[in-house]
């Protein structure tokens, strides 16, 4: 068996803007990482993914990169990042870098001197006239941020392309000097001793054609673009000339894929990729729209992935999505008994497990109701959106719609302790801060041998323990529409049964496993006489059989 670091250990996503302020002016930064390594060491996590720390206008919080040679000063200098990856080694945690190629900024030096048809740069981008006498843009796509992906320049009479945001401009991976740049990009990072990079939208960045696309409500174009054999070959090249030669690991974003598209970018491209099939059962296709979630929709994704794709990733969070707990669980009624289901699952399945930042302490999403309070640039592109094509609804339902994807709600700075400001920061926040904070923190979470934190620890350790879990096979079990139950079995080791309720109703135990039980989030030491699952229960059993 070849053991791997990425299938041993857990990765726990930063998000530095919001994570510990360590010089009072608001803002997370580098220093307030190196500060809390041992924090993240206790908890048994062994990979940081770190959101974008690189110099940035910040008009999408990073994802908006102007060089990617520099830091941001908010978070630091390039000293405190190499001070960073040398003390998390000595813990024995490594560093994934956030890589945003699909587009730079509209400030980097590249598309600046692009705006000049002259210039070496001018084919970096996508520059096109307008259709209707340069009125209209070239094509009829959609930004993924609502409205057209295309920018008039008036400085050189053209049009830009920009998936997102106006100011993050897509390159043009038909130039072979933009992919040499991005190798250059790759090998920078990699030779400081990082680990391997999140690959932001990775499955965009190749365009077959600028045609037309067929017209939709949302995403106009993206047959044009999205998951294009032009982007396998490119991605295959970055694996054969960078990643192997340094065991680099890299996990794509991969919106919209299936499984067989995600197990074609997992072949000698990258070590995995993140699917988001099971973030989007509660949204329609209009995602400003939420539909009911139903359990038992999430047990068969679940399943379909696990049983299709080798190996996953296995998360409910990240800076992107709302909160998990109130999406798949009951806050209200079984918060910690939700919680800790939700981390059964991630910690349990086949695939690397991604902890988003306050997630193992059970932070809730910061509700919105006022624009002034949202800093998110797509939501805001999107009141624009509604507010243009629905100006006579009530500006209260119009907030509605837009807080259903918004994502400040898993921005909000990490509460630490019962202090002001959450013990973040010794001012207010960059961001609006959680209501939360003087019930839910770390501090309280750790003086609580009960608390959510201290069952994240536990399952961590457990999966460390015991190999069956990290390496082992996934077997199924038939059962109730909304009881996930399996076996994880790897020869000579013990097998481990796992049985989860993911529903609030109270259902009839179709297992009766023997064994030690390792984890659960009711108070129950045998399964031998559990005639019933109570809502939202977990349970992991080291069997008595191989």
């Not at 197990?263 to 990729?273: H, R, S, V």
């Not at 009141?383 to 100006?391: E, V």
């Not at 015991?466 to 009881?483: A, P, Q, R, W």
Request: glycine content about 4%; aromatic content about 14%.
């Amino acid at each position: 068996m070849e053991r791997k670091y990425y299938q041993e250990n857990v990765v726990y996503q930063i998000y530095p803007r919001s994570f510990y302020d360590s010089n009072g002016d608001g803002i997370g930064d580098i220093q307030g990482i190196i500060s809390k390594l041992d924090y993240l060491k206790d908890l048994g996590v062994g990979i940081i993914w770190l959101s974008p720390i690189y110099k940035s206008p910040l008009d999408d919080m990073g994802y908006d990169v102007a060089s990617y040679y520099e830091i941001h000063p908010d978070y630091g200098t390039m000293d405190d990042m190499e001070e960073l990856i040398e003390e998390a080694k000595k813990r024995n945690i490594r560093i994934l870098m956030d890589l945003v190629i699909n587009h730079t900024s509209d400030e980097h030096e590249w598309f600046i001197q692009s705006k000049d048809p002259s210039s070496k740069y001018h084919d970096y981008y996508y520059w096109k006239k307008g259709r209707n006498k340069n009125k209209k843009p070239p094509n009829n796509w959609d930004s993924m941020f609502s409205g057209s992906a295309w920018e008039y320049d008036q400085d050189n009479n053209l049009w830009y392309l920009h998936l997102y945001s106006k100011k993050q401009v897509d390159l043009n991976y038909h130039n072979e000097n933009v992919i040499m740049e991005v190798e250059k990009i790759l090998k920078f990072w990699l030779d400081k001793g990082i680990y391997g990079f999140r690959c932001d939208v990775i499955n965009q960045i190749y365009k077959t054609s600028l045609k037309n696309g067929r017209k939709k409500l949302f995403m106009t174009g993206q047959e044009h673009y999205l998951n294009q054999d032009g982007n396998h070959l490119i991605l295959k090249r970055f694996n054969r000339d960078v990643f192997q030669k340094y065991d680099a690991m890299t996990v794509g974003e991969t919106f919209g894929v299936s499984p067989q598209e995600a197990i074609k970018f997992m072949d000698d491209e990258l070590t995995m990729c993140f699917s988001f099939e099971h973030l989007n059962l509660d949204k329609r296709s209009i995602p400003v729209f939420k539909k009911k979630y139903h359990p038992s929709s999430l047990k068969n994704v679940l399943i379909k992935w696990q049983k299709e794709v080798n190996w996953n990733t296995c998360f409910f969070e990240n800076h992107d999505q709302h909160r998990s707990i109130e999406r798949y669980g009951d806050s209200k009624h079984y918060y910690l008994e939700s919680a800790k289901m939700l981390a059964t699952i991630i910690l349990t399945l086949r695939g690397t497990p991604f902890i988003y930042q306050g997630e193992e302490i059970g932070m809730l999403d910061n509700h919105y109701d006022n624009l002034n309070d949202i800093q998110d640039v797509s939501a805001h592109r999107v009141y624009q959106t509604i507010r243009r094509l629905l100006p006579l609804l009530k500006e209260k339902k119009v907030l509605e719609l837009v807080d259903v994807n918004n994502r400040d709600h898993s921005r909000t700075p990490m509460c630490w302790d019962a202090s002001s400001h959450g013990g973040f920061s010794t001012v207010k926040a960059w961001i609006k801060e959680s209501p939360d904070y003087q019930k839910i923190n770390v501090q309280s979470n750790l003086d609580n041998p009960n608390s959510i934190l201290n069952y994240y620890k536990n399952l961590i350790q457990i999966r460390k323990n015991h190999l069956s879990i990290s390496y082992g096979t996934i077997e199924f079990l038939s059962s109730n529409k909304n009881v996930l139950c399996f076996y994880r079995k790897l020869e000579n080791h013990p097998a481990i049964f796992v049985i989860i309720n993911l529903s609030k109703k109270r259902i009839k135990n179709p297992y009766y496993e023997q064994g030690e039980v390792l984890a659960t989030n009711y108070d129950v030491s045998s399964i031998d006489k559990l005639d019933y699952l109570a809502p939202y229960m977990a349970l992991v059993i080291k069997t008595n059989h191989q």
